[in-house]
């Protein structure tokens, strides 16, 4: 589905396009835009040519279409004509259009701005590349040619901001740089760990219906900061899911009206069409269902799969479904539900701010943040997690990333038991720390035999620092032949 582009995307955009690439079925229903092009022919006289362009997904393939539904069209101009390009978002999703060598830059629209317009004048012949600035957009197709013919003319701009002489960027004003402040209608997009769905006990197979909405919201990630999550059901991580292998599972996914971004949902636990990716890719407003049979029991993550993915799962889109063997799992006294991300923000960690995502962090793997449960304080402050001593607590432990492993471990306690990798199929015994993949999952029970806080961390230890902190409280009586925090002899409680 990429041979017509082959000759125009360099190696690396092919590789972005058949990692990310959205699948042909999405392909929206574009509407061919009213407004006429009324560039005309040839004329080296100073010409005024306006292009109207729409967002749309063509063969799989994120694209600018012409009124003639011609995808990534070249767009053609003589020196000194002045173009205005009409742009609006045909599937609702957030886009731009800029051409970078010239210091041409439209504005943000999406399905509720309506069209967006850019002017400028041309003044030097060549072909430069005009693209959607959001990230991942111009990997996955956006991207055509602007073709200018003629001879520079004597007033051409200065190469950079020139602003003063009959240049480009005499029409172009570029948009403010918003105002920073820690937004305050954030709210808390914390998954609370307790929200363990019931055990599925004995039972045969059946059908399980679930509906799960992608919804973009302004959360708190930290005293005094905000960010942008994008996330499934408002919370970080969505809503985990249980079921039994030999399930049938009906999962609708619904995009929120009020979304810019189109998401997705690649189930690790689903065989088949890219986990789900390949036929859930829902516009804003829309959404899509697929069925899928539970193949093989264990932990699995899920996560949003639409360009870029890296960005939809650090912004927050990720979960995990449990799928329970025949005659479902060993009962224990607590079960708990855990993830850990890794999160990208413009400005450094701590900045009392309302933090932007940052992609060239995200694609040079340094975080600004590490988390469980989407912020900072999630399983310290926000939620508690509690247990008396001779309980036995199963945590469902996984990582969404996008990019960092978990070295995972409980400060003061050993794992009686690790399903490695999430597999229920294998069960280690007496393990200090256990190392769960990006995209990956575990389950650890400890017997908790002695009272006090016990800590979940990433034994990567520096990232405590960024975030990465939980607990564990137990209440109950101290055996001090297991523990004794005193000095010798006499007993001194603590
Ligand atoms: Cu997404």
Same mark, same amino acid.
């Given at each position: 589905?990429?041979?017509?582009?082959?000759?125009?995307?360099?190696?690396?955009?092919?590789?972005?396009?058949?990692?990310?690439?959205?699948?042909?079925?999405?392909?929206?229903?574009?509407?061919?835009?009213?407004?006429?092009?009324?560039?005309?022919?040839?004329?080296?006289?100073?010409?005024?040519?306006?292009?109207?362009?729409?967002?749309?997904?063509?063969? @799989?393939?994120?694209?600018?279409?012409?009124?003639?539904?011609?995808?990534?069209?070249?767009?053609?101009?003589?020196?000194?004509?002045?173009?205005?390009?009409?742009?609006?978002?045909?599937? @609702?999703?957030?886009?731009?259009?800029?051409?970078?060598?010239?210091?041409?830059?439209?504005?943000?629209?999406?399905?509720?701005?309506?069209?967006?317009?850019?002017?400028?004048?041309?003044?030097?012949?060549?072909?430069?590349?005009?693209?959607?600035?959001?990230?991942?957009?111009?990997?996955?197709?956006?991207?055509?040619?602007?073709?200018?013919?003629?001879?520079?003319?004597?007033?051409?701009?200065?190469?950079?901001? $020139?602003?003063?002489?009959?240049?480009?960027?005499?029409?172009?004003?570029?948009?403010?740089?918003?105002?920073?402040?820690?937004?305050?209608?954030?709210?808390?997009?914390?998954?609370?760990?307790?929200?363990?769905?019931?055990?599925?006990?004995?039972?045969?197979?059946?059908?399980?219906?679930?509906?799960?909405?992608?919804?973009?919201?302004?959360?708190?990630?930290?005293?005094?900061?905000?960010?942008?999550?994008?996330?499934?059901?408002?919370?970080?991580?969505?809503?985990?899911?249980?079921?039994?292998?030999?399930?049938?599972?009906?999962?609708?996914?619904?995009?929120?009206?009020?979304?810019?971004?189109?998401?997705?949902?690649?189930?690790?636990?689903?065989?088949?069409?890219?986990?789900?990716?390949?036929?859930?890719?829902?516009?804003?407003?829309?959404?899509?269902?697929?069925?899928?049979?539970?193949?093989?029991?264990?932990?699995?993550?899920?996560?949003?799969?639409?360009?870029?993915?890296?960005?939809?799962?650090?912004?927050?889109?990720?979960?995990?479904?449990?799928?329970?063997?025949?005659?479902?799992?060993?009962?224990?006294?607590?079960?708990?539900?855990?993830?850990?991300?890794?999160?990208?923000?413009?400005?450094?960690?701590?900045?009392?701010?309302?933090?932007?995502?940052?992609?060239?962090?995200?694609?040079?793997?340094?975080?600004?943040?590490?988390?469980?449960?989407?912020?900072?304080?999630?399983?310290?402050?926000?939620?508690?997690?509690?247990?008396?001593?001779?309980?036995?607590?199963?945590?469902?432990?996984?990582?969404?990333?996008?990019?960092?492993?978990?070295?995972?471990?409980?400060?003061?306690?050993?794992?009686?038991?690790?399903?490695?990798?999430?597999?229920?199929?294998?069960?280690?015994?007496?393990?200090?720390?256990?190392?769960?993949?990006?995209? $990956?999952?575990?389950?650890?029970?400890?017997?908790?035999?002695?009272?006090?806080?016990?800590?979940?961390?990433?034994?990567?230890?520096?990232?405590?620092?960024? $975030?990465?902190?939980?607990?564990?409280?137990?209440?109950?009586?101290?055996?001090?032949?297991?523990?004794?925090?005193?000095?010798? @002899?006499?007993?001194?409680?603590?």
């Amino acid at each position: 589905m990429f041979h017509s582009f082959k000759n125009k995307m360099s190696p690396l955009a092919i590789a972005a396009a058949l990692c990310f690439a959205i699948p042909a079925a999405m392909a929206a229903s574009h509407v061919a835009p009213k407004t006429k092009s009324s560039a005309s022919a040839a004329a080296p006289a100073a010409a005024a040519r306006n292009y109207v362009l729409e967002t749309g997904i063509v063969d @799989g393939k994120m694209v600018f279409i012409d009124e003639k539904g011609r995808p990534n069209p070249v767009l053609r101009a003589n020196v000194g004509d002045t173009v205005e390009l009409k742009v609006k978002s045909g599937e @609702g999703a957030e886009h731009d259009i800029a051409i970078p060598d010239l210091k041409v830059q439209s504005k943000k629209f999406d399905g509720t701005t309506g069209p967006t317009s850019v002017r400028f004048k041309v003044t030097q012949p060549g072909k430069f590349a005009y693209y959607c600035t959001i990230a991942g957009h111009r990997q996955i197709g956006m991207e055509g040619v602007f073709e200018v013919t003629g001879t520079a003319s004597a007033s051409a701009p200065k190469p950079a901001n $020139g602003n003063g002489n009959g240049g480009v960027a005499d029409l172009y004003t570029p948009s403010a740089a918003p105002a920073a402040a820690a937004d305050p209608q954030a709210v808390s997009i914390s998954q609370n760990p307790a929200a363990v769905p019931a055990p599925i006990g004995n039972r045969a197979p059946q059908l399980l219906k679930y509906r799960m909405e992608t919804v973009e919201l302004a959360g708190k990630l930290d005293d005094g900061t905000t960010f942008t999550y994008w996330t499934f059901d408002k919370k970080v991580p969505g809503p985990m899911l249980r079921a039994r292998v030999g399930d049938t599972i009906e999962l609708t996914l619904a995009n929120a009206r009020s979304s810019k971004q189109i998401h997705s949902i690649d189930l690790h636990s689903v065989t088949g069409g890219h986990g789900g990716g390949e036929h859930t890719q829902v516009g804003p407003g829309q959404e899509k269902t697929i069925t899928f049979k539970l193949l093989n029991a264990g932990l699995y993550v899920y996560h949003c799969a639409t360009p870029l993915v890296p960005q939809h799962i650090s912004a927050g889109m990720y979960g995990m479904i449990l799928v329970e063997p025949e005659g479902g799992m060993p009962k224990v006294d607590k079960e708990y539900y855990v993830m850990q991300g890794d999160l990208y923000t413009k400005h450094a960690h701590g900045t009392k701010t309302h933090q932007e995502f940052d992609t060239a962090k995200m694609s040079n793997e340094m975080p600004d943040y590490y988390v469980f449960n989407g912020a900072v304080g999630s399983l310290t402050k926000e939620h508690k997690m509690t247990a008396k001593v001779g309980e036995t607590v199963r945590l469902f432990f996984g990582v969404g990333g996008p990019n960092k492993i978990s070295s995972f471990h409980v400060i003061g306690e050993i794992f009686d038991k690790v399903y490695s990798e999430g597999s229920l199929t294998a069960i280690k015994k007496d393990v200090q720390t256990t190392l769960v993949p990006a995209g $990956g999952a575990t389950i650890v029970e400890m017997k908790m035999d002695y009272p006090g806080q016990y800590l979940l961390v990433d034994h990567a230890l520096s990232r405590a620092g960024k $975030g990465l902190v939980g607990a564990i409280s137990v209440s109950g009586d101290a055996d001090k032949s297991i523990y004794n925090g005193g000095a010798k @002899g006499a007993g001194s409680t603590h």
